[in-house]
């Protein structure tokens, strides 16, 4: 074989020297492109953004003469931009009291959430009867309609106070399953059998304004055989998708069970219970708790009895939410607005929306910032070890409704 000359090698080693650069073009780029992609040893992994934290939707009622100014309290401690509110109360002066309010609030025309129900919306309702119940399913709808991606219904009367802000809530509440519904019920219901169950009733209000005296009839009727009742607190944080199951949801169940709680004594105290034991979707959801902190006497009654400072280390102390119920303007108030709460007079409870300074007494919620920034406390820590309590192995499955 002939050998190459050495001008001949001199053109090939040339010619090579001449590629080189185009040859190594798209190798550069392959591994800049791989370094971009992929992080170097030993740092952390790329994480996604967290997501918002969950909304929530509070009704909040009055039913007495002149609870205006306790809901104007209720709301300044209960408020917070990322959720939504629907106020109710049956009174023209509370009504007209309560839009003046909203109306005069910067931060409420701001964020626009909060909503005092006209009165074709909210007439007088009877506790004992099923326009409670009916009210209470209207508000779920107006919430439904008007405000989006909220995630929980959280029900609340004027007499009740929340012991935690709502940093802490929506902050534990981002840690769980957005389909739980906190909904305290038993299938036991004893002495309730014979005086709720099986009367038959009128309730006036359905068709007489401001008649709520529930009538009770002679007559008496047994036990239904195709579902099972469950009664409990009236008080409920109820997921979303659980209330569109019962206002639009494709089973009949809601509906029947309904058509059956019109004739049930305080029907507020086992509708959502019945429907959610019965439903095959729903029953796996259930943790028995209503997030209140209540106190009874001994023998407990058929109403729990008023909070005062001698309950507050049992309510700090409890990791409840909320808490019922609360006498006007008791001092215990005053005590959960500044050693609960952090919140002055007058004004809303501080949170991370929040971009005023606090220094020499001013209120931080003039200045505003973004509404789904959260600044928890180190009293969050209590809801969540209240959860965890709850969810633990011999609290969760083996009391779901039983």
Known sequence: MRKPTPAHRRRWTRALLLALPLLSLPILYAALGAARSSSPVGSAPRRRPPEPPPRLAYLITGAAPGDGPRIRRLLRALYHPWNCYLVGVAGEDERADLEAFVRGQEALRRYGNVRVAAAAEWGAVSPRGPTELAATLHAASVLLREFEGWSWFINLSASDYPLMPQDDILHIFSYIPRDLNFIEHTSNIGWKEHQRARPIIVDPALQVPNKTEVITTKEK???????KIFVGSSWVVLSRSFLEFCLLGWDNLPRTLLMYFTNFLSSSEGYFHTVICNSEYYQNTTINSDLRFMAWDNPPRTHPVNLTTEHFSSMANSGAPFAHSFANDNSVLDMIDSKLLGRAPDRFTPGGWCLGSSVGGKDPCTFFGRSFVLRPT?????????????????????????
């Open 221 to 227: 009727r047994s036990l239904p055989s195709a579902f």
């Open 378 to 402: 180190k009293g969050s820590a209590k809801l969540e070890k209240l959860l965890l309590k709850l969810l633990e192995p011999d609290n969760f499955r083996p009391k779901q409704c039983k």
